[in-house]
């Protein structure tokens, strides 16, 4: 079983930064891909940023200018770096791995990470 978890979220003030962690309990280059999610409130689950196989990145348009996406050496942990962030970056970040098992794509969503951005 794949485990996801992520962690680092928390209060920041506008403006600031954060890094947010998706710990992955297979290498990720193993993975067909790791997305971050977030959703605020009763919101829609909205895409983020995420890493594809072979390494391209993806970052959404209403954030490309701020975030960026990364993995780590040990190729085990996604990172998503939020520099410059505003209020309405506040939600829960969530973070999916996707992966084939012989032609079976597989899922798993970790639990989430709360980001407040406030003054």
């Known amino acids: 079983q794949v485990q996801v978890v992520e962690s680092g979220g928390g209060l920041v003030q506008p403006g600031g930064s954060l890094r947010l962690t998706c710990a992955i309990s297979r290498s990720i280059s193993s993975m067909n891909a790791v997305n971050w999610y977030r959703q605020a409130g009763s919101l829609r689950r909205e895409f983020v940023a995420g890493?594809?196989?072979?390494?391209?990145?993806n970052v959404a348009d209403s954030v490309k200018d701020r975030f960026s996406v990364s993995v780590d050496k040990s190729d085990t942990s996604v990172f998503l770096q939020m520099n410059s962030v505003k209020p309405e970056d506040t939600g829960v970040y969530l973070c999916?791995?996707?992966?084939?098992?012989?032609?079976?794509?597989?899922?798993?969503w970790g639990q989430g990470t709360q980001v407040t951005v406030s003054s």
């Open positions: 890493i594809q196989w072979g390494g391209s990145t």
């Open positions: 999916n791995a996707l992966w084939y098992e012989g032609d079976t794509q597989w899922d798993r």
